[in-house]
């Protein structure tokens, strides 16, 4: 399964359409099963343009004052056998894993972690979690308005290959992010180890 994350759109607060995201984004959404936000939609209309490329799931972010069917305060589901953890903030991310499952899951062990809040992309293996923060596509370091980054998880039985996409660049605005790759696979005890 070919899944789309990102997290912290900030729509309409700068910008007001979601093609002001951009051109690439459209073009990865577009090759999704699913769609993970992590939170700080801003309104249901970017829900509803997502939902327009595949099915999506939302972590309630601080600034997500509106209902929808999509958005709920954690996801925890499973794919491919591997269990996902969507939540809005972790934050500091820097903590122990198990503190960030605490805060994040409620303590309920996952195999993936994904959280936003931060704007601020990050992808590391840690005590056999893959931890994963999309960054932001429109503000991201929490600079002005700008193209960022987004991520994108390849899923299937045998492994996670995960990567940040930078999605290009604003004119006067150089985009801070970097792009990254980590593939994750089970050995065979059935631990989780990153292969790259």
């Known amino acids: 399964m070919r899944i789309g994350v990102i997290s912290d759109t900030h729509l309409p607060a700068l910008i007001r359409s979601v093609d002001e995201l951009g051109l690439q984004l459209r073009e990865m959404l577009n090759t999704v099963d699913l769609i993970l936000h992590a939170g700080d939609v801003i309104a249901p209309s970017v829900v509803e343009w997502c939902e327009g490329f595949a099915p999506v799931k939302v972590a309630r972010g601080n600034n997500d004052l509106f209902e929808h069917p999509a958005v709920a305060e954690r996801h925890i589901f499973e794919v491919e056998g591997w269990k996902i953890g969507l939540v809005h903030e972790v934050r500091p991310e820097s903590r122990p894993i198990n503190e960030l499952l605490a805060d994040g899951t409620l303590g309920e062990h996952v195999d993936v972690l994904i959280a936003g809040d931060t704007h601020v ?21 929490h600079k002005e308005f700008r193209l960022g980054t987004a991520a994108l998880l390849e899923v299937s039985r045998q492994q996670v290959a995960a ?28 631990r989780a180890r990153a292969l790259s």
């Open 121 to 141: 992309e990050r992808l590391e293996m840690r005590d056999q979690v893959l931890l994963l923060n999309p960054g932001s596509p429109t503000l991201p370091h």
């Open 163 to 190: 990567q940040i996409v930078v999605l290009g660049e604003t004119p006067g605005s150089p985009n801070p992010g970097r792009a990254k790759a980590l593939t994750v696979a089970r050995d065979a005890d059935g």
